[in-house]
Each structure stands twice: as structure tokens, then as C-alpha cells.
């Protein structure tokens, strides 16, 4: 149980181009999701909470024009990364919460390698 | 900021032994903490978590031990196979929220 889907794995793309990714909960509903994004050799940073039927909570520096996320249902949040560049190119990674938003577990994607040539 | 941080950006154990991964964390009002292990390419698979209400907590063949007096938690493997070889990452949720914190990582190499 606690699945969460991301899709695409890898995209390879021209700059400025813009590249959605899906994220979605296979077996629960998701009231709430989360991006990541990780650079190679470090952690997880946090870049929004994603709300389903709201707007995004965006992490403070993150540019909620250039990451465009919309949760349009209890399974499927979408991070569109606009007019990609270069130093956009990074490991996107998506999760989700079952049940209570507070005290439990986050289940993670298998994330997105991002690369913009 | 307040953040989490770890000590031993690398483990380097033979297969078979018990390995401890340690982490300080800085936020008193974090109430909910959890271990993630991620593999190369992957995303965080969850291993155990703990709530500030209680100091131990086992798994299949991980312990997670939280000590509140000092800010600090660790993740104990017993019979470290190649298997584990991943970054280890700790993370916390303060109280009141529901995003987590993420520590830098503690790579960790099992050999046979």
C-alpha cells in the first residue's frame, strides 16, 4: 500500500521548453502532496505543498511563476516547470500523505531526472 | 534557520555487523520524526518513524532511538546486509505542520 506514481522518470529537453510531471497516489486519496527537488549529493528541498482544490504553498525563494502546480484531485498533483533553463535541471521528486495530514509518514515517487540542454 | 543535521556523512561497514546512523536536530518543537532510505536514482522509501512521546522503537531489523534531552535520534540496523547500501536520511515535522525537514545524509556502504 502507500504507492505514489511519478511520471515521467527522465525528460531531456531544449531550453525553454516547459515539461509537466505527474504525481500520483495509486491506492489512497491525497489531500495533500509535496514537491522536492535534490541536487546531487544533498538532500530533499522542500519547494511547495500542493492542496487539493487550493492554491499551492510555495517554500520561500521558489518562484510559484516559473513552478506551476495544480492538484486538481485526491490523486493527481502536477508540477509544470515554465520556459525551462539549464540551472533547472535537477531530480523532482513528488509525495503524498494517507489519512491525517499531521504525524505520519510521507510516501515518496520515484522522482523525475530533469535535464535542459 | 533551524534544520536537521547529521554527523557522519559516510558509513562504511562489512556485511553481517550492526550499523548506528546518528542525527541532531535543532527544532525543541519537532514532534514527529522519520527515517528514509534512498537508493540510487530513487526516491525516499520510508523505514521507521518515532513520536517525541516515546524514546525507542523497533522494526524489522532497524531500531530508531530518540533522545530529546540532547536533540538527537539515530537509525540501528542489525545484520547490515549489501542490501542497505543507500543514503540514510532523517527528517522531522514540527508540531503543528505537516512538512518535514530533511538532514543532509549518511551514505552507507555495506561490503561483503
Known amino acids: 500500500g502507500a504507492v505514489v506514481s511519478q511520471h515521467p522518470s527522465r525528460v531531456i529537453c531544449k531550453s525553454g521548453t516547459s515539461v509537466k510531471i505527474e504525481c500520483r497516489s495509486l491506492d489512497f486519496q491525497a489531500t495533500t502532496m509535496f514537491w522536492y527537488r535534490q541536487f546531487p549529493k544533498q538532500s530533499l528541498m522542500l519547494m511547495a505543498t500542493s492542496n487539493e482544490g487550493s492554491k499551492a504553498t510555495y517554500e520561500q525563494g521558489v518562484e510559484k511563476d516559473k513552478f506551476l502546480i495544480n492538484h486538481a484531485s485526491l490523486t493527481l498533483s502536477t508540477l509544470t516547470v515554465t520556459s525551462a533553463h539549464p540551472e533547472d535541471s535537477s531530480f523532482y521528486i513528488c509525495?503524498?500523505?494517507?489519512?491525517?495530514?499531521?504525524?505520519?509518514?510521507?510516501?515518496f515517487g520515484d522522482g523525475t531526472r530533469l535535464s535542459i540542454l | 534557520g533551524e534544520s536537521v543535521g547529521l554527523h557522519l556523512p559516510t558509513l562504511s561497514v562489512q556485511e553481517g555487523d550492526n550499523s548506528i546512523i546518528n542525527c541532531a536536530y535543532s527544532?525543541?518543537?519537532?514532534?514527529?520524526f522519520i527515517w528514509y532510505k534512498q537508493e540510487s536514482g530513487k526516491g525516499p522509501q520510508f523505514i521507521i518513524d518515532?513520536?517525541?512521546?516515546?524514546d525507542k522503537r523497533q522494526g524489522q531489523r532497524v531500531t530508531v532511538l530518540l533522545n530529546k534531552t540532547v536533540k538527537h535520534l539515530s537509525l540501528q540496523i542489525a545484520a547490515t546486509q549489501p542490501g542497505d547500501s543507500a543514503v540514510y536520511f532523517c527528517?522531522?515535522?514540527?508540531?503543528?505542520?505537516?512538512?518535514?525537514?530533511f538532514g543532509k545524509g549518511t551514505m552507507l556502504l555495506v561490503s561483503p
Open positions: 518515532i513520536r517525541s512521546n516515546m
Open positions: 527544532n525543541s518543537a519537532s514532534d514527529y
Open positions: 527528517a522531522e515535522e514540527g508540531s503543528g505542520y505537516s512538512t518535514l525537514t
Open positions: 509525495s503524498a500523505i494517507r489519512g491525517a495530514v499531521q504525524g505520519q509518514p510521507q510516501h
